[in-house]
């Protein structure tokens, strides 16, 4: 069965209501490293295989419905704004008189 990936030229790719690249690839990367941590805590904890392959699907499942609520409050570029925010100076130190100066001015 095919998925219908993208819906036109402007709008942004939506995959199953994961919608913009952003969240695609961060889905992605969680899936990958959900998998590679149940392989190697089969290998290292003395578990049944049919937990390790629940616990595995729980934790993808939680990822996928978060990436879903979150792209869908958010929008498509809602996880690069959310980054940039990250960016920004919680606090402004202003050493310097001038720029109150430079305001006056105005």
Do not use: H
């Amino acid at each position: 069965m095919p998925y219908e990936i993208n819906k036109g030229a402007d709008r942004p790719p939506q995959v199953r209501g994961v919608v913009g690249m952003d969240y695609l690839i961060l889905l992605v990367k969680w899936i990958i490293s959900i998998v590679v941590m149940g392989g190697l805590s089969a290998v290292f904890v003395p578990l049944p295989g049919w937990m390790i392959f629940v616990a595995c699907a729980v934790g993808i499942y939680i990822v996928y419905m978060g990436l879903v609520k979150r792209s869908v409050n958010q929008g498509a570029g809602g996880y690069e704004r959310a980054q940039a925010r990250k960016k920004l100076p919680g606090i402004l130190t202003v050493r310097q008189d001038s720029v109150y100066r430079n305001l006056r001015k105005r």
